[in-house]
């Protein structure tokens, strides 16, 4: 028995599932996951002693790599002056104006301690500004696992939406409604069928929890027409896109300004932490100035911070988005070599350092046309890959990240891993 599969044994008699979030458990492709001794660069080692490269980077925080050195140096000399503190601290200033300025549809900001804190404190900070209810979602796009936010569509378009986890009240899923992404018809639909009632659309700007695919040509201005003529708030999911698709993220890659933004990943370098905020007349609700209560005993954390703040000003000092320009633009070039020597139905979709191989002919523009894709072949892609020393998200539905530790002989590396997991399909 290997080492990781002992960690897994004792793992399952403690955690449930023997994993403290579902995906790791590899359920989607089979297999049992392997235990993690150590992470640097693009690379990290299991206790086996197994080298591979990887291209989940912690599910998207790690832009810079695995232990950085300026974050490093950064969490190690915070934590010598204390670890939490409850209390103000100038750190926390900081990001947020650091944030505020890269951001400018931020005009002020609240730190938290996850993506799903901050989605779920945006949706009740919409309902009390607006005075309203119900809520727009989109399917395929994941906001964290709150109650109101674990929702799919109905059997019909516009009709209720439905618990898409056990322990969720029906009456939690009926104030959501769940609409099709890029379908700008229904979206106009759901308006004017619940007029006066609809608080606020969050959306993912760009879906990267169902794969990745992209809005179509004024989809999301679309969105932003309807918020302001109805009288709702806009939200942005940035937790994934924030600081990462560009300096300002998607709302910078397309020109739309949402009301609110939710934060998380990048801006913890690595750390636990979320982050929501926008217009200041709406943020101002919140407590203490205002009536909507949110609180958190280590929101603003030092540490986290202090991550943050070292991995995105790095970021600006090397002009990272441009190099993961480069490097998906490289990756890209390997991958579609790779596919059409293959011959199989695949949709190649990338946007910066974000990337994702569909096993399905195109297009592929919501989460009905994702699940089109081949997800037994994936499962054998993904071993075929891992077996050679790449390390790809475990799911069909999850996005691929690039890091700026990520070398030229590295993308040159898993274009040929690429090529012959693809050939032994």
């Known amino acids: 028995m290997t080492r ?109 301690n996850s993506g799903t804190e901050a989605a779920m404190s945006s949706i009740r900070l919409a309902r009390a500004f607006t005075g309203r209810d119900k809520i727009v979602k989109f399917d395929g796009c994941y906001h964290g696992h709150a109650d109101a936010l674990l929702v799919k569509a109905g059997s019909g378009a516009l009709t209720h939406g439905q618990p898409s986890s056990a322990g969720v009240p029906s009456a939690f899923a009926d104030l959501t409604i769940s609409l099709p992404f890029n379908n700008a018809e229904l979206l106009r639909k759901a308006f004017q069928e619940n007029k006066n009632e609809i608080a606020a659309v969050i959306v993912e700007p760009i879906p990267a929890n169902a794969g990745l695919y992209f809005p179509k040509e004024n989809f999301l201005s679309i969105l932003r027409e309807e918020c302001t003529s109805n009288d709702a708030l806009l939200i942005f999911d940035e937790v994934i896109t924030g600081f990462r698709v560009a300096r300002g993220g998607a709302q910078e890659v397309y020109g739309v300004k949402p009301d609110l933004t939710v934060l998380g990943k990048i801006i913890g370098g690595g750390l636990p932490v979320g982050a929501f905020g926008g217009r200041a007349e709406i943020m101002d609700q919140l407590s203490p100035d205002g009536p909507v209560y949110q609180a958190g005993t280590l929101s603003g954390n030092p540490i986290a911070m202090a991550a943050g703040l070292a991995q995105l000003r790095e970021l600006e000092r090397v002009d990272g988005w441009k190099l993961l320009d480069e490097l998906g633009a490289q990756f890209e070039a390997f991958a579609c070599d790779a596919i059409k020597n293959a011959n199989i139905d695949i949709t190649f979709h990338r946007l910066a350092s974000m990337f994702c191989l569909f096993f399905a ?65």
């Not at 523009?365 to 081949?374: E, G, I, N």
């Not at 075929?384 to 070398?407: D, M, N, W």
């Open 361 to 425: 002919a195109g297009p592929i523009v919501d989460l009905a046309s994702a699940q089109r894709s081949d997800l037994k072949m994936f499962a054998r892609f993904f071993h075929a890959c891992l077996k050679r020393g790449v390390y790809f998200a475990p799911s069909q539905f999850e996005t691929g990240f690039i890091s700026t530790a990520h070398t030229v002989g590295d993308i040159e590396r898993t274009g040929a891993v690429v090529c012959h997991a693809l050939a032994s399909l």
């Open 4 to 112: 990781s599969a002992e960690q897994f044994a004792r793992a399952q008699k403690r955690i449930p599932g023997g994993v403290n979030s579902p995906v790791r458990a590899l359920r989607n492709v089979g297999g049992e996951p392997f235990c993690v001794a150590s992470g640097k660069g693009a690379g990290i080692w299991d206790v086996d002693g197994n080298e591979y490269i990887d291209y989940v980077g912690s599910w998207g925080p790690a832009i810079l790599g695995h232990a950085p050195k300026v974050v490093v140096e950064a969490v190690r000399d915070t934590a010598t002056r204390g670890l939490s503190f409850g209390i103000p601290n100038p750190l926390e200033v900081e990001m947020a104006e650091l944030i505020c300025d890269w951001m400018p549809s931020i005009e002020k900001v609240r730190m938290v």
